[in-house]
């Protein structure tokens, strides 16, 4: 394969990947219109509760995977030509990025609680108990 077009495909591959991402954005806006309230994670956090789970972003991120994990099957149970599998694709791609944000609000969360007057006294008794 010649390096222009090998470069052509590298460019309509960018270009494919970044129309996706455009198309993702549009569909995340939608599908937050349709399933959320106030709380942009209330399906999650609704599954988790139903699960047994507290409703905290480790117990969401994983009612997350098994909201992907359904998609993730079905794209490995067909072939690449198999029914849908373009839209179980987008709704993995989705789910990624939900997840992504539910790691990054609970690094967040956690780097506040351990700034927070709350963890130091619990560090500081747990010091105290065991004579550290």
């Known amino acids: 394969m010649s390096d222009k077009m090998s ?3 590298s460019d309509n591959m960018i270009d494919f990947v970044c129309g996706q991402l455009d198309k993702l954005k549009q569909q995340i806006r939608e599908k937050h219109q349709q399933y959320s309230t106030e709380d942009a ?3 999650f956090r609704v599954g988790a509760m139903l699960s047994g789970k507290q409703a905290d972003y480790p ?3 994983e009612e997350a995977k098994a909201y992907a994990r359904k998609h993730i099957a079905h794209v490995y ?3 690449i030509d198999g029914v849908k599998v ?3 694709l987008k709704d993995i ?7 992504l944000y539910m790691v990054k609000a609970w690094e967040q969360e956690m ?3 351990q700034n927070s007057d709350e963890y130091r006294n619990m560090v500081e008794n747990i010091k105290k108990r065991y004579d550290f």
């Open 41 to 43: 994670l209330a399906n």
């Open 111 to 113: 780097a506040e609680y």
């Open 7 to 9: 470069d052509n495909m």
């Open 86 to 88: 373009d839209e179980s």
């Open 59 to 61: 117990a969401m991120y």
């Open 77 to 79: 149970a067909h072939d």
């Open 93 to 99: 791609a989705l789910y990624s990025l939900i997840e």
